[in-house]
């Protein structure tokens, strides 16, 4: 540039004069507002830097523009509460996780249950003849406990009766003590019943059918129990009497050896205890498999006339 343009000053054009913000550029050659590239980012003007220089205009610094965009987007995506509200709000309490766990295991314990149910092989293997006669059993148990129940509350009534109740009182405990006296196996007792004979075949009897035997009629309702052997030799069978295998075929009952053939006598319901003992898989049928039979006498009149001993009490003493 030469001194003659620098002095008047005509080698330069003269820089115009900064448009406000808001109106439109008023320069010919100014490009349109519409027109400008969308790839620019649009930052408030109080976050652009400017640079002063020797010029009177403002120069944008592109480079820190970008980087101030940059670090807002990081502070955006690293506050997801802020993104998106109510989120921190939404955690499952753990009362709710345990009580969806109790739910869950309550469930699966009824869907166990109703297929274990559901799929009884002993139920499903049995015919129609030996459910019928199972539902007998049951029913005639339930007859005869209704009964009880039934004798029992008449005792009640009369032990409530006012000037009746001490003679009511003395009658139901001499019944009681006859009752207690059969069952302890010290008073003999009659009625109608049942002579279960084993027959021993191939094996002899083992003391362990003997015992089958005898918890399937005590379960049908047997009242008063007695085991006869081969020479007649008799054992009153009360709740301790145990059973063991003797040499040959010979049956030791509470210390008393018996040979076989054998035969119980049991007072109580003759149908109720029959089907008890001919029940599929039972005791006849176990005897029958080791060779050997079950035979089924009804007695309209059966007699316990074995005693059992008493036991001395070493330590106990009634009270008045």
Do not use: C
């Not at 004979?197 to 008063?224: C, M, N, S, T, Y």
């Amino acid at each position: 540039m030469s001194e003659e343009h620098r002095e008047t000053g005509t080698g330069w054009p003269q820089p115009a004069a900064p448009v406000p913000a808001g109106r439109p550029d008023p320069r010919p050659d100014a490009p349109d507002a519409d027109e400008l590239s969308p790839l620019v980012p649009d930052v408030p003007s109080s976050d652009v830097p400017v640079e002063s220089g020797d010029d009177d205009g403002a120069t944008v610094n592109l480079a820190e523009v970008a980087s101030a965009s940059g670090e807002r987007a990081s502070e955006s995506a690293a506050s997801p509460s802020s993104a998106v509200p109510g989120v921190a709000g939404r955690r499952v309490s753990s009362a709710t996780v345990m009580i969806a766990a109790l739910l869950a295991l309550l469930g699966f314990t009824l869907v166990v249950q109703l297929k274990t149910t559901s799929t009884d092989p002993t139920l499903a293997a049995t015919r129609q003849e030996d459910l019928v006669r199972i539902f007998s059993d049951l029913d005639s148990r339930e007859k005869r406990l209704q009964q009880d129940i039934e004798a029992l509350e008449d005792s009640q009534r009369q032990l409530r009766s006012g000037e009746q109740g001490r003679q009511a009182a003395l009658e139901e405990a001499t019944k009681r003590a006859d009752e207690l006296g059969i069952l302890a196996g010290t008073l003999p007792a009659r009625g109608p019943g049942l002579a279960v004979r084993f027959e021993p075949g191939g094996k002899p009897i083992r003391a362990d059918r003997v015992l089958d035997a005898v918890q399937e009629l005590r379960g049908a309702g047997a009242e008063a129990m007695q085991i006869s052997g081969g020479d007649r030799a008799s054992a009153r069978i009360i709740a301790s009497t145990y059973f063991l295998d003797g040499p040959g075929d010979v049956l030791v009952v509470d210390g008393r050896a018996l040979t076989g053939p054998f035969t119980i006598t049991v007072i109580g319901d003759p149908e109720t205890m029959r089907t008890a003992l001919n029940i599929p898989g039972g005791v006849a049928a176990s005897v029958r498999g080791d060779g050997g039979n079950v035979s089924v006498e009804d007695r309209e009149v059966a007699e316990v006339s074995a005693l059992h001993a008493p036991l001395k009490l070493e330590h106990a003493r009634p009270v008045s």
